[in-house]
Nanobody
Framework: QVQLVESGGGLVQAGGSLRLSCAASGSIFRIDIMGWYRQAPGNQRELVAT???????NYGDSVKGRFTISRDNAKNTVYLQMNSLKPEDTAVYYCNAVATKVTFVRGLYWGQGTQVTVSS
């Protein structure tokens, strides 16, 4: 199996910064795209950012210019640096990964989520 574990969430004031991390572990052969999504109460889960194995990043419109996604392929870890946070960024942030296991079975995996709360 493949496990994703997020860390780094918490409470921050508007204008502040947080850095999320997500480490993948398990029977991994290769990880292709890794990404971050978020879900606020009453809302659908939405794209925050994704990054390919060679570093090509894609961002949701609401976070462009404020958030930066990066990854360390050697550590199977993806990061999300969040700056200039706004109260509307409050949500549970989920990490995901498209990974191929050592059995050559490819699938989409999700972490358990980490809460980010931005106070005004």
């Amino acid at each position: 199996q493949v496990q994703l574990v997020e860390s780094g969430g918490g409470l921050v004031q508007a204008g502040g910064s947080l850095r999320l991390s997500c480490a993948a572990s398990g029977s991994i052969f290769r990880i292709d795209i890794m990404g971050w999504y978020r879900q606020a109460p009453g809302n659908q889960r939405e794209l925050v950012a994704t990054i390919t194995s060679n570093g090509i990043a894609n961002y949701g419109d609401s976070v462009k210019g404020r958030f930066t996604i990066s990854r360390d392929n050697a550590k199977n870890t993806v990061y999300l640096q969040m700056n200039s946070l706004k109260p509307e960024d409050t949500a549970v942030y989920y990490c995901n990964a498209v990974a191929t296991k050592v059995t050559f079975v490819r699938g989409l995996y999700w972490g358990q989520g980490t809460q980010v709360t931005v106070s005004s």
